[in-house]
């Protein structure tokens, strides 16, 4: 069983268009996150989600909007696609209690065109 | 601002030497620090945390990794190194204030045969 399910796992795009990533954790985690990986490997948190409320929100574009359906779905809709938004996005989950162990999804590899 | 530092890019060790991945921090108060490794193609794993306690924590896969405080280091490190070991390997610190996880930009374990 895949505890951090992310679909699709690739995703080629042309500019402009709207793309959205699902996520799906079943370890009963109360905390989801998405990250970004660039291609020089560094990673960047993007959002986090507690029990379907939004806890952070980084300096992301307004472009990007995360829902939170519940607790075990993290979906991230990105309008408008740019070049620069080329990148992996992996999905991560924990329990609240536990500090700072994630367990992370496969990645979602986006190629914007 | 809080932040963790991987000083190296890549790291070469011969198969059955011990290796050392460097990690320095710059956080207030007391830290929380981990060690993620990530395959190619595939998401991060946790590999140890240091919360409080010993200095000198155990994880997974025959890693340890030393909290040193005056040197403000959490260095990863491991007696023997297999071929397998070679991955790219993250050091975290849980910012308990915003409840994330920052990374630092990764280090490239070789390990050649």
């Known amino acids: 069983d895949t505890a951090v399910s992310q679909t699709p796992k690739y995703l080629v795009t042309q500019m402009g268009n709207d793309k959205s990533i699902k996520c799906e954790q079943n370890?009963?985690?109360?905390?989801m996150y998405w990250y970004k990986q660039d291609s020089k490997k560094f990673l960047k948190i993007m959002f986090s989600?507690?029990?379907?409320?939004?806890?952070i929100n980084e300096t992301v574009p307004n472009r990007f909007s995360p829902k939170s359906p519940d607790k075990a779905h993290l979906n991230l809709h990105i309008n408008s696609l740019e070049l620069g938004d080329s990148a992996v996005y992996f999905c991560?989950?924990?329990?609240?209690?536990?500090?700072?162990?994630?367990?992370f999804g496969e990645g979602s590899r986006l190629t914007v065109l | 601002a809080q932040s963790v530092a991987q000083p190296e890019d890549q790291v070469n060790v011969a198969e059955g030497n011990p290796l050392t991945v460097k990690c320095t921090y710059s956080?207030?108060?007391?830290?929380?620090l981990f060690w993620y490794v990530q395959y190619p193609n595939r998401g991060l794993q946790f590999l140890l945390k240091?919360?409080?306690?010993?200095?000198l924590v155990k994880g997974s896969y025959g890693f340890e990794a030393e909290f040193n405080k005056s040197q403000t280091s959490f260095h990863l490190k491991k007696p023997s190194a297999l071929v397998s070991d070679s991955a790219l390997y993250f050091c975290?610190?849980?910012?308990?204030?915003?409840?994330?996880?920052?990374f630092g930009k990764g280090t490239r374990l070789h390990i050649l045969p």
């Open positions: 989600y507690n029990n379907k409320e939004l806890i």
């Open positions: 975290g610190h849980y910012m308990n204030r915003d409840d994330k996880i920052i």
């Open positions: 956080v207030s108060g007391n830290p929380y």
């Open positions: 240091y919360i409080t306690g010993d200095n």
């Open positions: 991560a989950s924990r329990r609240r209690e536990n500090t700072g162990e994630l367990f």
């Open positions: 370890l009963g985690h109360d905390t």
